[in-house]
Nanobody
Framework: QVYLEESGGGAVQAGGSLKLTCVDS????????MGWFRQAPGKEREFVAT????????YYADSVKGRFTISRNSAKDTVYLQMNSLKPEDTAVYYC??????????????????WGQGTQVVVSS
């Protein structure tokens, strides 16, 4: 099993920054990627960013490219999402995910096997 726990959410004003943390405390199954998704009220869960654990390739949604950065501390089994220049439309519950998606499915939530409980991010204008 993989146990993912997110933290770091909160409320900020537009233009502000937050850093989300995801700790992977399980790791009994092999997974090739860890990523972040988000879900706003009344909307479907959407892809934000993914990091390939072998090779370190990173992929971002167009809506966050240049503002968000995904990174990893492998020694601590932790993945981060640094979010800068936040906008009100970034308001959502942010989820950490782990899995082994094929390249064409990186942005598909169903391609990820394990999920955290989520952390709320609220950006006010």
């Amino acid at each position: 099993q993989v146990y993912l726990e997110e933290s770091g959410g909160g409320a900020v004003q537009a233009g502000g920054s937050l850093k989300l943390t995801c700790v992977d405390s399980g790791r009994t199954f092999s997974r090739r990627a860890m990523g972040w998704f988000r879900q706003a009220p009344g909307k479907e869960r959407e892809f934000v960013a993914t990091l390939m654990l072998s090779g370190g390739n990173k992929y971002y949604a167009d809506s966050v490219k240049g503002r968000f950065t995904i990174s990893r501390n492998s020694a601590k089994d932790t993945v981060y999402l640094q979010m800068n220049s936040l906008k009100p439309e970034d308001t959502a519950v942010y989820y950490c995910a782990a899995g082994s998606p094929i390249l064409s499915a990186l942005r598909n939530p169903s391609a990820y096997r394990s999920w955290g409980q989520g952390t709320q991010v609220v950006v006010s204008s």
